[in-house]
């Protein structure tokens, strides 16, 4: 472990260690703003270098995939070719190859590489409700009805948010988009 | 080629409910990392606190619940001066509206004062919207995060503390108030 420095989150001045990891709050020696720091034992710890990739130096050892010359130390567990200390990239507790990483990260099925989801029962749910709570634009819901009941039913297909489950939110914002269809209908036609 | 199956990552929601330019924040509590949940009602960002990559959380007290009761305040009181010289029938909704901003004063005292939070790691300082209360961060950060982030990293006693936290850096950099000054210098 080496040492570190904290700085002050208000005016960054490094704190000393008698303000940290006390059980009250502490006043800033820099802006006399009342803080209260956790440190934690990462900010000390070394960064470790990168591994790597030991050459093969006798006859019968199993060589990467992608370098020929290099050592193979893991399997991919995506597609079960040798990889090289180099080429193994370790995430969500799996070992897999670039290639593998890459083809994820398209696919969207390692949820550790994606930053962004589209929520399609939640945007269905913001178009059916929005023009209603913003009232003024109560009238555009002949246009945004429609709208949530196709980001509703893409709900069922796609996948959802990452933190919640189920697609009740979904079924209600069709629901609510379905009546408002209802009213513009009865109201134009009858 | 076959792909990895995905994972089934179960969250568990955390108290706390911040707002940025019309986005939604919540921490959300995985596996092995924390999960920050940015939603603008359409689409959601999310941005990961690995608990063995979290060196430090820091918050400080900010003015920004005083602010808003001076605000409030000064709002309420302006109704309440248009209500004394109006005749009597604008006198009960003009007393109203006043009451009404007393109570969002009296919600934000009760909540108490606000604060900024921020995450570090190795390659970056995060806020987190959703702590915005002394009270409420200190009581997640005491119940909910810090045993995590322990159980992941060990504790660190205040001896070592102290040792590794470079008093060095701190010195250099803190300004002091400036010195007495001992006379004035002769106008030119």
Known sequence: ?190 | MSTPAPTARPYKKLPGIGAASFRRVRLYAGPDHFLQVTSNGFTESYHRFFFQDIQAITLFQTIEGKVWNYLLGGLSGFFVLIASVAGQEAWLPLLSIAAFWLVIIAINVILGPTCGCYIKTAVQTQKLPGLRRVRRARKVISGHIRPLIHQAQGEISPEELNRRLDPAAWRSSYRGPAPPTVGTLPAL
Not at chain 1, 7 to 31: D, E, K, W
Not at chain 1, 56 to 77: M, N, Q, R, T, W
Not at chain 1, 99 to 125: F, H, P, Q, W
Request: net charge positive; proline share 7%.
């Open chain 1, 1 to 190: 472990m080496s040492t570190g420095t904290l700085p002050c989150p208000n005016c960054l001045i490094p704190l000393p260690g008698n303000l940290c990891n006390t059980a009250g709050p502490a006043i800033c020696p820099g802006c006399d703003k009342l803080i209260h720091a956790d440190v934690f034992p990462a900010l000390f710890r070394d960064r470790s270098a990168g591994r790597q990739a030991e050459e093969i130096l006798e006859a019968g050892v199993s060589s990467c995939f992608y370098h020929e010359g290099k050592k193979a130390v893991v399997p991919c567990d995506g597609c079960g070719r040798f990889l090289c200390a180099l080429c193994d990239v370790e995430l969500n507790r799996q070992h897999l190859c670039p290639a593998c990483v890459d083809n994820s990260r398209t696919k969207g099925t390692l949820i550790n590489l994606e930053t962004r989801r589209t929520v399609y029962d939640t945007a269905a749910m913001s178009l059916a409700l929005g023009p209603v709570v913003l009232f003024p634009l109560l009238t555009l819901t002949w246009a945004t009805a429609p709208a949530a009941i196709a980001c509703g039913i893409m709900a069922f297909f796609r996948p959802g948010s990452l933190v919640r489950r189920g697609r009740l939110r979904a079924t209600i914002a069709i629901l609510i988009a379905l009546a408002q269809s209802g009213f513009w209908v009865s109201a134009i036609f009858f």
